[in-house]
């Protein structure tokens, strides 16, 4: 069964440095998203992407983020200068289309700033 | 604020029995409404979407929605140890111009032998 897959699963990095986190969709769905769960808290949205641009940004994603498809496949979620707050899980998941709402998570990168 | 409210737990039920979760939510015009199952230290992994008033049932689950009062609930029949996990109430709320999924904080389900 297709499946979201991320990578790396866990990402240690220095407050102030800047990190990547990937993402591979499932390979016939259209819409892909960011969240970020900060332990012992909810899932939060941070991006929309559809047709190569951002849909929707949440108030969480100002611009020390950036998303990118920079190919067919990869999907990618760039923290810029991170803070120790930047600290959590980030999920990727992808939606097959507008009408089928449904949402498929991939594992999630613990993120850990240090 | 546009919410989605949850009862933290946990709710603790011994196997076999019926569990019942809850939630409600703000946005009078949201239209498609989610649980999902969450391990500790895992992702989300859907379980029902709903998206009409009534019932939907899948196996052991089924989905409730009175869009009327604002609530959605999931039952979880004849209870497993292996449901033993945190449930998550997403609702599509509308804001600035599009439909953004909303997470409530989850719900502790506890199913003991």
Redesign the interface.
Known sequence: EPEVTQTPSHQVTQMGQEVILRCVPISNHLYF?W?RQILG?????LV?FYNNEI??K?EIFDDQFSVERPDGSNFTLKIRSTKLEDSA?Y?CASQKTSSY????????TRLTVL | QKEVEQNSGPLSVPEGAIASLNCTYSDRGSQSFFWYRQYSGKSPELIMSIYSNGDKEDGRFTAQLNKASQYVSLLIRDSQPSDSATYLCAVNMWEGGSYIPTFGRGTSLIVHP
Do not use: A, D, L, W
Request: hydrophobic content about 30%.
């Open positions: 998203y969240y808290q909810k899932v939060e949205f929309s849909s929707e949440s899980m999920f709402n449904e949402q498929f998570f991939g594992p999630g």
